[in-house]
């Protein structure tokens, strides 16, 4: 059994996942409706994006309190220091993500010769799709903050899936005092993700979570542990095979 499945409460996850697939479905039928009316167009975008808005501003409500129940999973009774370090988690900038995807999908549109438009638009359509889960997952973050703020817990601890990319992977164990964790970590080549905001989703889809940290907690040289494990013996289910074995004979030097 991978450390995340001691740690975090699976149904909870499977919830947040629910929350993430459903604001994908509902954008989604959203830029369809607008594109019924109005072909697959820059204005079927542009038409969409208030109800594309509103429901992702739904789930992320859904998500808050789903990523401090995540959070809290894991900790063991403390007693709070008073108020905590950790600042307040910063608001979701819901309205700025949605923008940014109908920018790129206009974008894309107004380049595209006239028969690339159906696959330019569907493209668009995805990526409204991948927002919402983005930004859905970026609410579940905010409130792990939000949790460990309350608590008065020293920090966020990162913890990945064990078979997750081999991003991610590096990732897991890390901890942090402000709950904003560094860009470009990495068991193979670095690559920084625009969407990334310094807590998970670290890419598009990922599944990473954050719980709450506590001084002299061993969990963080555990996950750390078990995520190398993971490269060594290839668990990773997205990295390529040529990337896992660059990914495994790196480590394998390092503990030689
Ligand atoms: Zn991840």
Same mark, same amino acid.
């Given at each position: 059994?991978?450390?995340?499945?001691?740690?975090?409460?699976?149904?909870?996850?499977?919830?947040?996942?629910?929350?993430?697939?459903?604001?994908?479905?509902?954008?989604?039928?959203? %830029?369809?409706? @607008?594109?019924?009316?109005?072909?697959?167009?820059?204005?079927?975008?542009?038409?969409?994006?208030?109800?594309?808005?509103?429901?992702?501003?739904?789930?992320?409500?859904?998500?808050?309190?789903?990523?401090?129940?995540?959070?809290?999973?894991?900790?063991?009774?403390?007693?709070?220091?008073?108020?905590?370090?950790?600042?307040?988690?910063?608001?979701?900038?819901?309205?700025?993500? %949605?923008?940014?995807?109908?920018?790129?999908?206009?974008?894309?549109?107004?380049?595209?010769?006239?028969?690339?438009?159906?696959?330019?638009?569907?493209?668009?359509?995805?990526?409204?799709?991948?927002?919402?889960?983005?930004?859905?997952?970026?609410?579940?973050?905010?409130?792990? @903050?939000?949790?460990?703020?309350?608590?008065?817990?020293?920090?966020?601890?990162?913890?990945?899936?064990?078979?997750?990319?081999?991003?991610?992977?590096?990732?897991?164990?890390?901890?942090?005092?402000?709950?904003?964790?560094?860009?470009?970590?990495?068991?193979?080549?670095?690559?920084?993700?625009?969407?990334?905001?310094?807590?998970?989703?670290?890419?598009?889809?990922?599944?990473?979570?954050?719980?709450?940290?506590?001084?002299?907690?061993?969990?963080?040289?555990?996950?750390?542990?078990?995520?190398?494990?993971?490269?060594?013996?290839?668990?990773?289910?997205?990295?390529?095979?040529?990337?896992?074995?660059?990914?495994?004979?790196?480590?394998?030097?390092?503990?030689?």
């Amino acid at each position: 059994m991978a450390l995340i499945d001691e740690l975090v409460d699976p149904a909870v996850h499977a919830e947040l996942e629910a929350v993430e697939e459903q604001a994908e479905a509902e954008v989604e039928a959203a %830029v369809d409706e @607008q594109a019924a009316a109005l072909g697959l167009t820059a204005a079927a975008l542009v038409a969409a994006a208030p109800a594309v808005v509103a429901a992702v501003s739904a789930a992320v409500l859904a998500a808050v309190p789903l990523g401090a129940r995540i959070a809290l999973g894991a900790a063991r009774p403390q007693r709070p220091r008073r108020g905590g370090r950790l600042p307040a988690p910063g608001a979701v900038d819901v309205r700025g993500a %949605v923008r940014d995807a109908v920018r790129g999908g206009v974008e894309a549109l107004r380049d595209a010769p006239e028969e690339q438009r159906p696959v330019v638009f569907g493209r668009a359509r995805d990526w409204f799709g991948v927002t919402a889960r983005d930004v859905t997952q970026r609410g579940a973050s905010a409130g792990a @903050q939000a949790a460990a703020r309350r608590a008065g817990a020293a920090g966020l601890l990162w913890v990945a899936e064990r078979d997750a990319c081999l991003q991610c992977a590096r990732y897991s164990g890390e901890t942090s005092p402000t709950g904003a964790f560094r860009a470009g970590l990495s068991f193979d080549r670095a690559y920084v993700w625009t969407s990334f905001s310094g807590q998970p989703p670290l890419h598009p889809n990922c599944r990473c979570v954050l719980v709450l940290y506590w001084p002299g907690s061993t969990l963080p040289g555990a996950l750390r542990r078990e995520a190398r494990a993971a490269v060594l013996a290839h668990a990773s289910t997205s990295a390529s095979h040529a990337a896992a074995t660059r990914a495994a004979a790196r480590l394998g030097r390092t503990a030689a």
